[in-house]
């Protein structure tokens, strides 16, 4: 018999002040992003998003949290807010906590 308890693990993500609210992404989650009117609602929307994927028993393990995939991860939205003509203030690395489903 198949046991499910819970783990609880912390991500840092990157959340950005845009035009019209924010947005908020997972750098060890590839293509995990949220967004919202506020801080709060872009950061539960992340945290909502992690522990989805997380669930999901199909999709490869989060990649190693190093500060080099972070430093690389700050690098690329600098340059892609340069890019689009925004100002580099606005953006900040946030932790979140999120708790996913453990089969032993």
Do not use: W
């Amino acid at each position: 018999m198949t046991a499910v308890s819970k783990r609880t693990d912390k991500f840092t993500v990157i959340l950005e002040e845009e035009e019209t609210g924010f947005s908020v992404h997972c750098p060890a989650i590839p293509g995990c992003v949220s967004q919202g009117d506020n801080r709060q609602v872009a950061l539960a929307g992340i945290k909502e998003a992690i522990e989805a994927i997380l669930d999901l028993s199909d999709v490869p393990p989060p990649l190693p949290e190093t500060s080099a995939l972070i430093a690389e991860e700050i690098r690329e939205v600098l340059d892609a807010r340069k890019q689009d003509g925004l100002p580099y203030s606005g953006i900040s690395l946030e932790h979140v906590h999120v708790s996913s489903r453990v089969l032993s």
